[in-house]
């Protein structure tokens, strides 16, 4: 596929994207990212997250979900968290 958007995405797979999952996971924004060298489209969502239990401060980073290139349909989460937008378009120029 040659551009996929998150609406792509999303009809894909609807119930994916419901606000009891969406505030389950503490998702706040879903994009669809292209890595540089593998051209794979990827899910990028900015989640919120709780960093240290004691400090009550819940802490923005980005998470990664693999998607399926044919079906779009939303697949295995990586283990990566990035805590910039920075740190996350380097990774993404990488695979």
Same mark, same amino acid.
Do not use: C
């Given at each position: 596929? !040659? @551009? %996929? &958007? #998150? &609406? /792509?995405? #999303?009809?894909?797979? +609807?119930?994916?994207? =419901? ?7 503490? !998702?706040?924004?879903? /994009? ?5 060298? =593998?051209? @794979? *489209?990827?899910? %990028? +969502? ?5 960093? !240290? ?5 819940? @802490? $923005? *980073? ?21 805590? &910039?937008?920075? $740190?996350? $378009?380097?990774?993404? +120029? @990488?695979?």
């Amino acid at each position: 596929m !040659d @551009k %996929v &958007t #998150i &609406t /792509d995405v #999303i009809k894909a797979q +609807r119930g994916w994207f =419901s606000n009891e999952n969406k505030v389950f996971f503490g !998702d706040k924004v879903y /994009d669809v990212n292209k890595g540089g060298r =593998s051209e @794979k *489209h990827y899910l %990028v +969502r900015l989640t919120q997250a709780w960093t !240290d239990m004691f400090d009550g401060k819940p @802490k $923005d *980073h980005f998470r990664v979900n693999e998607l399926d290139q044919e079906t779009l349909k939303i697949g295995k989460l990586l283990d990566d968290i990035f805590l &910039t937008v920075a $740190d996350l $378009d380097a990774w993404l +120029r @990488k695979n």
